[in-house]
């Protein structure tokens, strides 16, 4: 397990932007592909975003494409999740987690750690 801490949720109104930021121990950052995903209240955990070891290549889920970005920085061992436009469906606990191969896949079951999460709640 790798261990991940993520923060910045909050409680915002539709339409405001957020920025989650995910800190990652450890001296292999760079070699993680790295996701965030959500899952909010009775439903299953959804796939967002995934970024690849460098940086260069990056996936979407198709309910935040156009929304959402993601970002990373190596030299400081974070990712990022810059959302704007935020909506009441947005609303669940929003996680990073890490995959240890290449590639960006979009498949929740493709990420091995996870952090405790940080929770956005989006007002109408």
């Known amino acids: 397990q790798v261990p991940l801490v993520e923060s910045g949720g909050g409680l915002v109104q539709a339409g405001d932007s957020l920025t989650l930021s995910c800190a990652v121990s450890?001296?292999?950052?760079?070699?993680?592909?790295m996701a965030w995903l959500r899952q909010a209240a009775g439903k299953e955990r959804e796939f967002l975003a995934a970024?690849?070891?460098?940086?260069?290549?990056?996936s979407y889920g198709d309910s935040v494409l156009g929304r959402f970005a993601i970002s990373r920085d190596n030299a400081k061992n974070a990712v990022y999740l810059q959302m704007n436009s935020l909506k009441p469906e947005d609303t669940a606990v929003y996680y990073c987690?890490?995959?240890?191969?290449?590639?960006?896949?979009?498949?929740?079951?493709?990420?091995?750690?996870w952090g405790r999460g940080t929770q956005v709640t989006v007002s109408s």
């Open positions: 987690a890490v995959r240890n191969s290449g590639g960006v896949p979009t498949t929740p079951a493709d990420y091995a750690s």
């Open positions: 450890g001296q292999a950052f760079s070699m993680y592909t």
């Open positions: 970024i690849s070891r460098g940086g260069t290549v990056t």
